[in-house]
């Protein structure tokens, strides 16, 4: 793509075009001005895959004086995206406001990859400031350690529990208890947890129940309306058939089509049939295993559900067969009227699929049709009606809610029972007297003290260089402890080497089981016939496995024993197989990482809410953006309220009494200065120290500058250097944050001074302090009194308040921010490039653009994060426009459902899926030919309301 833009960009022609574009839209301060400019508008509606409808212009005018804020707006009434992406790119009239500017992103997307960079150092410090706590001299008493936060959230943290929750009153109890003490305590607090848990299940099961059936009925209702509906189509496309002139071989093969959709239809009905049948025999079950239940009363329902079930799931198992003998029958029969068929050999087959079909039509016990469908609608409804006494909470969003309450009560008693096991090990481990104060011996013995920094490490969300260490030092003491390779994989620490052994070799594709890695060790990798050979060879896991036996020394038998005198591993290969775990122990973090990356710029991209969205869960891109900048942070969202979160979006940080600031901890500045939130709590500017717009200018002028004079054989280095400069000037200017920052930077200001036309040679930085501390709206200011202008021009241009802090900018520009000057050029580059591809379709162009991009497409938010890949996804396996509205992850899994990615990667299958996409594309599109002429020019006449009208039909 880069090669193909570079030489658009390189043609004469889109050069002059461009050139005139970027130096006359700055000076367009209206929409009568951009459209009275033909070269600028025209340029403009190109790059915004508009150019058929440069020619109407009443309708363009009405698109770019929409305002897009109100969801009725005319642009924002239109279906194709096109015009509102078209009116967002010409509304600026002063710096955007925006979540999140493309420098915080920038800075946001690099903070989460320092993550465990940051993780290893928290874990350091916690860890050596633990131990040296350890010390009479330093904790007297056990009040003393819960008072000392640090030591507390370690210890609970070492022990899998929740700091931010934890009683301390209860820690204290632990603490100072005896393993005797405890048994009666944590018996009833068991129980106590558990009570909560069948009360919480009691209430939600009858909720779960009539939901179900509700999504039951719901299901039979939708095959019923597509049974329906198919059968409309056939009639109608039999009575099409019928008439004079009818292409009856093209009607016979979408006769086939819809009678294969009817049968698959009623197979969806029947499987949806057993589905209730199982759930209903599957809650009277259940209600058998209760204390007091009448088991004889109960099985006399089961029994007549499971002799329905059993008829039923027959049915499913013969409907199977029988579809596949029907659909093959269908395309015979449409072959039938197929000019030059072969109509004896066709109805040869025709006659043997009947056979067929007759056979296993004979062994259906139910003939599903709409009136079957109405009754099983009607029976569920009355099941669905029975739940009415119980008052249960309204279907839909009050149950939904109800459920998600009773769930949360759930898994918080299950977490506590969970949790008794830490109780136990804290009174085990922890020496304080039982009246708090520290034995001589201290409160803490060195074994207990080193599992606990151990566990500490463990514990975090991902394992940092310090866990890889310790397990490395793990594995070098205890593998030549082993006699056979069984015990090593099945013994005490069998999940441990297990674990380590997998990372070490690359045994990670698919399912990993340990019979897997021992029947690797105990096979001979030099024998054809050994199980690693038969079973693995050129599958997956293959070298890693081969590269694993070698490293052990176990014989090849069985259990894997040990030759005479043998030990398990050489130190060599220890050496070598720590090397290896070494390399590879952040290689799933890492990939998640860049996962999660891609997630977040999908989310980004897709989220258009504020600070309610962020932060009270009820959007998923909101929620997901929140939890990621939270990570970034280093924050922990189960240990930070949204409340307080949202005390610190809304703070002022140029403010030391604002709340951020009065936290001192930097974790809640670095969130805060992720986001644009002003103190009311909207979306706002960035706060940079200078606009995008006067960053790009200068940046311009600094070119200008360094290059008007330079010798011809010098042109292209000069250049080269001054790009480089401007570059840097542009991701480095993003990141000050007071003018101090600025002004230390004698890069930045060179950079500024000469694009302005100032020598910088003879300028201090305590000139161009007062400079920026001038008051530029008095006139006896001190850059006001300098004699060369130029300075207050440039200090203009910059975003620092009294004290010298980045504030919000107030720069006014004209029609089109920088920002979106640049995306408009692209948009042409990559317009011209598609315009040359496939100039007499918009499928083609889409078909070419997805076979191009095939190859990078390594996810299925790969293809989710690109509107042009998405549009093609969707188009080749006739998905709905709803499918875009679902939580990212169901639409990835939906992705990763219909389409194989490794299969883009296969020219053959690639080819397949877009003569599939073409296919698809032509036939619904087929319907709106007049359509494009019109739009082409043809009829270059109509009105805006009519081209609005027809901009409805959704034509990309």
Excluded: C
């Excluded at 068991?190 to 939600?204: H, V």
């Amino acid at each position: 793509m880069r090669a193909s833009m570079n030489r658009i960009s390189s043609d004469p022609q889109v050069q002059r075009d461009t050139a005139y574009y970027k130096e006359n839209i700055v000076k367009v301060t209206s929409v009568d001005e951009f459209m009275d400019d033909y070269r600028l508008y025209s340029y403009a509606m190109k790059a915004y895959g508009l150019e058929d409808m440069t020619y109407a212009k009443a309708f363009m005018k009405q698109v770019l004086e929409s305002d897009l804020t109100d969801s009725s707006s005319f642009a924002n009434r239109l279906s194709d995206s096109r015009y509102r992406d078209f009116a967002i790119a010409y509304q600026a009239s002063a710096q955007s406001k925006t979540l999140m500017s493309s420098a915080q992103t920038d800075a946001m997307i690099e903070d989460y990859g320092d993550y465990s960079d940051r993780l290893e150092e928290t874990i350091g410090s916690e860890t050596r400031y633990y131990k040296v706590m350890n010390d009479s001299q330093y904790v007297q008493n056990v009040d003393q350690f819960i008072a000392n936060s640090r030591l507390r959230d370690y210890t609970l943290e070492a022990y899998g529990l929740n700091p931010s929750t934890f009683d301390n009153t209860f820690l204290r109890e632990l603490l100072v208890s005896s393993p005797a003490d405890t048994d009666t305590q944590l018996q009833n607090y068991i129980t106590t947890a558990q009570d909560k848990i069948d009360a919480a299940q009691a209430k939600l099961s009858p909720v779960v129940e009539r939901d179900t059936f509700i999504s039951i009925r719901d299901a039979y209702i939708s095959q019923r309306d597509t049974y329906s509906s198919l059968q409309t189509t056939l009639s109608d496309l039999q009575t099409a058939r019928n008439e004079t002139g009818a292409d009856v071989h093209q009607i016979d093969l979408d006769i086939a089509e819809a009678k294969k959709s009817l049968d698959s239809t009623v197979y969806n009905f029947v499987s949806n049939k057993t589905t209730e049948l199982k759930y209903q025999i599957d809650l009277l079950t259940a209600q058998q295993q209760e204390p007091g239940a009448d088991t004889a009363a109960l099985q006399a329902q089961i029994d007549p559900l499971q002799a329905e079930f059993d008829k039923w799931d027959a049915d499913k198992t013969t409907l199977t067969s029988l579809n596949d003998l029907k659909s093959q029958l269908y395309d015979w029969q449409a072959a039938l009227t197929e000019p030059g068929a072969d109509t004896t050999y066709i109805n040869q087959q025709i006659d043997d699929l009947n056979t067929q079909i007759s056979a296993d039509s004979d062994a259906l016990n139910y003939t599903p049709d709409l009136t079957t469908i109405n009754t099983a609608i009607s029976d569920t409804q009355a099941i669905i009606d029975s739940y009415d006494s119980l008052n249960l909470p309204a279907p839909g969003a009050e149950s939904t809610a109800f459920k998600a309450e009773q769930n949360a009560i759930i898994q918080t008693q299950q977490a506590a029972i969970t949790s008794v096991n830490a109780f136990v090990a804290i009174v085990e481990d922890f020496e304080f007297n039982s009246d708090g104060t520290v034995p001589a011996g201290g409160y803490l013995s060195d074994a207990n003290l080193n599992d606990i920094t151990e566990a500490y490490a463990y514990k975090q969300d991902r394992l940092t260089k310090t866990g890889a260490t310790l397990n490395t030092e793990f594995f070098a003491e205890t593998v030549n402890n082993y006699t056979t390779a069984r015990e090593m994989l099945y013994g005490a620490d069998g999940d441990r080497i297990f674990d380590y052994l997998k990372t070490a070799f690359g045994i990670t594709d698919g399912v990993v089981v340990k019979s897997m890695l021992l029947n690797a060790i105990t096979s001979d990798p030099d024998d054809e016939n050994s199980y690693l050979n038969t079973e693995y060879k050129g599958k997956a896991n293959y070298d890693g496995l081969v590269a694993l036996s070698r490293a052990f020394n176990f014989n090849h038998d069985e259990d894997g024993t040990l030759p005479s005198g043998a030990v398990a591993m050489s130190n060599e290969n220890i050496r070598i197989t720590n090397s290896r775990y070494f390399s590879a122990y952040d290689d799933k973090y890492e990939a998640q990482d860049a996962l999660d990356v891609k997630k977040f710029n999908i989310a980004l991209n897709a989220y258009d809410g504020g600070l309610k969205g962020l932060l009270d869960g009820s959007d998923a891109n909101g929620k997901f953006i929140y939890e990621f900048a939270l990570k970034a942070a280093g924050l922990d969202a189960d240990e930070v309220s949204r409340y307080k979160m949202q005390r610190v979006l809304t703070s002022d940080l140029n403010d030391p009494r604002s709340y951020a600031n009065r936290l001192g901890d930097d974790r809640y500045i670095q969130f805060a200065k992720f986001f644009n939130i002003d103190e009311d709590g909207n979306v706002t500017s960035p706060m940079q120290a200078q606009s995008q717009s006067s960053i790009i200018s200068l940046s311009k002028k600094y070119i200008i500058a360094q290059t008007a004079f330079a010798e011809a054989e010098q042109a292209d280095a000069v250049r080269a250097k001054a790009d480089t400069e401007a570059e840097y000037y542009q991701d480095e200017i993003l990141k000050v944050e007071t003018m101090d920052d600025f002004l230390k930077n004698d890069r930045l200001v060179n950079f500024a001074l000469i694009a302005s036309g100032i020598d910088p040679e003879n300028v201090t930085s305590d000139f161009m302090k007062k400079i920026f501390q001038s008051d530029l709206s008095d006139p006896d200011s001190f850059a006001n009194q300098q004699s060369d202008y130029r300075f207050a021009e440039l200090a203009a241009t910059f975003n620092f308040d009294e004290n010298g802090h980045v504030t919000r900018s107030q720069d006014v520009g004209g029609v089109q921010t920088s920002g979106d000057l640049l995306k408009t050029v692209n948009l042409y580059y990559r317009q011209s490039i598609e315009e040359e591809a496939g100039e007499d379709s918009a499928g083609v162009r889409l078909a070419l653009y997805f076979e191009r991009e095939a190859p990078s497409i390594k996810s299925a938010y790969d293809i989710l994060g690109d509107t042009a890949l998405l549009e093609v996804f969707k188009t080749t396996f006739s998905l709905p426009d709803s499918f875009s509205s679902q939580d990212i992850e169901k639409q990835a899994e939906l992705v990763e459902k219909y389409l194989n990615l490794e299969d883009l990667r296969d020219e053959d299958k690639l080819s397949s899926l877009i003569q599939k996409f073409t296919a698809l594309y032509d036939l619904e599109n087929s319907s709106t030919d007049s359509v494009v002429s019109i739009l082409s020019g043809s009829s270059s006449g109509l009105s805006a309301d009519t081209l609005y009208s027809l901009s409805q039909l959704k034509l990309r």
